[in-house]
Structure formats: C-alpha cells, structure tokens
C-alpha cells in the first residue's frame, strides 16, 4: 500500500547526541516536510523540500538538519544544539502544484516521539 | 508572510447538534489553499477538507463544510451531527503560492469534546 512510514515510533536519546528519524515515501510526492508537535500545541514547520537535492527553512529550522538525496526519503538530524528536541515529529508528503491549483494536501506519517533523557 | 490563527483553544458539543470551529488567515497573496485536518489522539493527521482561494461555492465533504468568507479571510469548519469518534484535536492549514510556495503552515489547533 502507498504512504508514508516514519521510524522509529519511540525514540530516546542521551543529551548531547545527534539522532536521525527517518521518513520514506512511495507516494511519488515531490515535496516532502517535517514538522514539530509540542503537547497541546499546533505543528510548527523544521524543514520543507519541493524537489531532490534542495530543501528550505521553516520556522523552527535551528538545531535540525536534513538532506533530500532521494525522492522518496527525507530524514532529519535532531543535533546536539537543538536545546529542546523532546516533542513528537511528523513528516509528510505531497504532489507539486498543477497550474493554478493550491488542491494539494498533505500526507502525514503516524510520527515519532523524541524524548530526551 | 502567511499565518494561520485559530483563537479557540477547546470547544464543547453535544452529540448530534452542529459545531463551527474558527480559524483566520492572513497573506498577501491572491492564490492559496486552505486545508483543515483532524487529529485524534493516536497522533495520526487526517485530512478532511480544502478550499481554494478562487473556488467559487463553499467546499463539503459528508458532515464537514468549510464556511469560506473571502472578504474577513476566516475559514470556519462545520460539522454537523457531531459524533463521539469526532472528539479530536483540529487543525486550519494553509499554502500560498507566494515566494514560500510549498510552505504548508497550521494553526494552533482546537480541541474538540463532543458529549452524549
């Protein structure tokens, strides 16, 4: 079945370690995104990419790092400089824009909480 | 740049009776997409309606309508005959097709409580 997998579900990670979560598409979405989910809070954007081998800031972008070598992949880096990176993160995916159309939602993987021990 | 605001934290309803959730945007650009989405507490995110910036009639989608006022730029969620499987947290989302095209931003979120 297409969708999108993030792994792992639970992650726990020492202070001062990197950590990398992974998510994988089959989809064939070229714009892929992560996003930030504090308890009771909104999603907060980390990193968007629109197509292989380039990827933008959002708005929480300080401390996380991706790369987009594939399509189907867009992973993201939790560093040791994120100074708060306990939360739940979720990745998604979606097609580009046809002309003049803004219809393109998003779909979400089932996430992974990140806590920091 | 774009913002989405969503200015109700918790909302209550009964079972079976209608509810609106609020959510305002704000962007300077004359083509963009609103998407609303639910999210139960398993975490996963559910899709459950768009509205473009040009489509002339209101969007639905079986108990969800989206109530479009281009003019205040609010997009409210309608829900009508609510059920218990609707207690969720809800979120307004929105793309532009500005210079941050492909930028998908969300609200704060609403929860939602419907009661039997």
């Known amino acids: 079945d297409g969708g999108i997998t993030q792994s792992p579900k639970y992650l726990f990670r020492k202070e001062g370690q990197n950590v990398t979560l992974s998510c994988e598409q089959n989809l064939n979405h070229d714009a892929m995104y992560w996003y930030r989910q504090d308890p009771g809070q909104g999603l907060r954007l980390i990193y968007y990419?629109?197509?292989?081998?380039?990827?933008q800031k959002g708005d929480i972008a300080e401390g996380y790092s991706v790369s987009r070598e594939k399509k189907e992949s867009f992973p993201l880096t939790v560093t040791s400089a994120q100074k708060n990176p306990t939360a739940f993160y979720l990745c998604?995916?979606?097609?580009?824009?046809?002309?003049?159309?803004?219809?393109?939602?998003?779909?979400f993987g089932q996430g992974t909480r990140l806590t920091v021990v | 740049a774009q913002k989405i605001t969503q200015t109700q934290p918790g909302m209550f309803v009964q079972e079976k009776e209608a509810v609106t959730l609020d959510c305002t945007y704000d962007?300077?650009?004359?083509?963009?997409?609103l998407f609303w989405y639910k999210q139960p507490s398993s975490g996963e995110m559910i899709f459950l309606i768009y509205q473009g910036s040009y489509d002339q009639q209101n969007a639905t989608e079986g108990r969800y309508s989206l109530n479009f006022q281009k003019a205040r730029k609010s997009a409210n969620l309608v829900i009508s005959a609510s059920q218990l499987g609707d207690s969720a947290m809800y979120f307004c989302?929105?793309?532009?097709?500005?210079?941050?095209?492909?930028?998908?931003?969300f609200g704060q979120g609403t929860i939602l409580t419907v009661h039997p």
């Open positions: 989302a929105m793309r532009d097709g500005g210079t941050s095209y492909g930028k998908l931003t």
């Open positions: 998604a995916s979606s097609t580009p824009r046809a002309a003049f159309s803004m219809n393109t939602e998003a779909f």
């Open positions: 990419s629109q197509i292989v081998n380039d990827f």
């Open positions: 962007t300077s650009d004359p083509s963009y997409g």
